[in-house]
Every structure is written in structure tokens, then in C-alpha cells.
């Protein structure tokens, strides 16, 4: 039986388990790219209240069988639209980020869409390369989820 994976608007009482997801240290460690301080509160509600109010900005809170397993966001960066996703770290490997991604995807009518991924998260970018992703560079920047600069891929899907 296929598990019934959902995309809907973000509401309030999701942001305490996005919230809950941030926590986990192996999920952050991974991730790289996170905020400074995952436990601040305050600075995880200012996030989240940009990213709901912000009209360029699409998030969708990622259900599995009605319960909150993540989020997938398309947001501006200068004159590109780059994607992220966070899926809990105890749902990882069962096609969850894929699927809610290409879900995500799908709502997009711009072409192409961007992605980055640090080079060593490998299940990032095999999420990436499933949905039609391919590398065109590299960069590196600091890292706030390993306290130090890292390698990563610029990804992006022109199809």
C-alpha cells in the first residue's frame, strides 16, 4: 500500500512540529544550510511568518497519511526561483522528499527552478537528480548546521 502523501497550505499548529524537525542534530548536520541557532524561537517564528506572508514565496506543509512529515518551499533568490524541502529525519528513505518535491514542481509554471544541495548529502541530491535536476556548478558558503564553510552543488531544472 502506497502512503497517501499530500501537499497543503501551511497552517499555524504545523509550525511546532517544523519546528520539532529543526532539533534533530544528524537532520541540521545534513541539511547544512540552516539557520544560525535551529532552537532560537523567536528567529523561527520571524521565518516562518516571512515565508507565509511573503507573496513570491510557495510553502506547503508535506503530509503522510494526514500527519506532518515536512515542508517544500519555491522562493525568489534575486531573478531565480530556487526550491528547499525539510522531511523529518525519521521518515528519510521512503521517497517522501521526491515525491513531495515533484508535487511542488508540478505547481510551478517557471522554468528553470534552482537548487542547491551541500556535496556530501547524497540523499538530497539523489531527491534532486530523480526529479530532473542536474548539476550546472559549484559554490561554497558558510554552513551554519556544521559551523564551517562547505562544498555544495548549484542544481537546477530547466524541463
Same mark, same amino acid.
Given at each position: 500500500?502506497?502512503? !497517501? /502523501?499530500?501537499l497543503?497550505?501551511?497552517h !499555524? !499548529? +504545523?509550525?511546532e512540529? &517544523? ?5 534533530d542534530?544528524? =537532520?541540521?548536520?545534513?541539511a547544512? &544550510? @540552516?539557520?544560525?541557532?535551529?532552537? +532560537?524561537?523567536a528567529?523561527f ?7 507565509? @506572508? !511573503?507573496?513570491a514565496?510557495?510553502?506547503? @506543509?508535506?503530509? $503522510? +497519511?494526514?500527519?506532518v512529515?515536512?515542508? #517544500? ?8 526561483t ?5 522531511? +523529518? ?15 511542488? /514542481? ?6 528553470p $527552478?534552482? =537548487? ?10 539523489? $531527491?534532486?537528480?530523480?526529479?530532473? &535536476? $542536474?548539476?550546472?556548478?559549484e559554490?561554497?558558503g ?11 552543488y #548549484?542544481l537546477?531544472? @530547466?524541463?
Amino acid at each position: 500500500m502506497t502512503a !497517501d /502523501l499530500q501537499l497543503r497550505p501551511i497552517h !499555524d !499548529d +504545523d509550525l511546532e512540529e &517544523f519546528y520539532r524537525h529543526q532539533q534533530d542534530p544528524e =537532520a541540521v548536520r545534513m541539511a547544512a &544550510f @540552516t539557520a544560525q541557532d535551529p532552537t +532560537d524561537r523567536a528567529e523561527f517564528a520571524a521565518h516562518w511568518r516571512r515565508v507565509r @506572508t !511573503d507573496r513570491a514565496i510557495v510553502s506547503r @506543509t508535506v503530509t $503522510v +497519511d494526514g500527519a506532518v512529515v515536512g515542508h #517544500v518551499i519555491a522562493f525568489p533568490v534575486g531573478d531565480r526561483t530556487e526550491v528547499s524541502y525539510w522531511i +523529518d529525519r525519521a521518515r528519510w528513505g521512503r521517497g517522501y522528499a521526491t515525491r513531495a518535491l515533484g508535487a511542488l /514542481l508540478r505547481e510551478l509554471p517557471q522554468r528553470p $527552478v534552482h =537548487a542547491r544541495a551541500a556535496k556530501d548529502n547524497h540523499g538530497s541530491l539523489a $531527491v534532486l537528480r530523480k526529479c530532473g &535536476f $542536474v548539476i550546472r556548478g559549484e559554490d561554497h558558503g558558510y554552513a551554519a548546521g556544521r559551523g564551517h564553510d562547505v562544498e555544495e552543488y #548549484v542544481l537546477e531544472l @530547466t524541463v
